[in-house]
């Protein structure tokens, strides 16, 4: 993580290596401590560690199938879940992903209007991204 920010009138900047990055995002912000005793706190940073696979989704908002592009650094098998709102899935599928980048059209064309979390698991990530399904 790596900050910065102003101290009498001066930018500083300021790091931190976190060696327990075991979830896939953190967030981190700056508690800061003036000699008078004055503190503030710095914006909440969210720093993603899903570094494992990128995931985009075209097109979006869809109105018939979508293309989920997964990049992973490893040949490895994919939990992939479209969930709605109330944290139902409503599609979930298997895939083996080979090392680099991967392409898995997702049959969203069943689906009523609205909004979707993409959810991609493997042994070692888990990321996620929105997907808005509208076909008016």
Do not use: M
């Amino acid at each position: 993580y790596k900050s910065t920010a102003a101290k009498d009138n001066a930018e500083v900047t300021y790091t931190y290596d976190d060696v327990n990055t075991a979830q896939p995002q953190l967030y981190y912000r700056l508690h800061l401590s003036a000699p008078n005793k004055t503190h503030a706190f710095s914006a909440v940073q969210k720093i993603n560690f899903g570094g494992q696979n990128h995931l985009s989704l075209s097109p979006n908002p869809a109105a018939g199938p979508c293309k989920l592009e997964v990049s992973s650094l490893i040949k490895e098998t994919a939990q992939v879940s479209i969930i709605d709102v109330s944290g139902k899935a409503v599609y979930t599928a298997s895939y083996n992903l080979e090392k680099g980048a991967n392409a898995i059209l997702l049959p969203t064309q069943d689906l009523h209007d609205g909004v979707f979390t993409v959810r991609v698991a493997t042994a070692s990530t888990y990321d996620t991204k929105k997907l808005v399904v509208q076909k008016k």
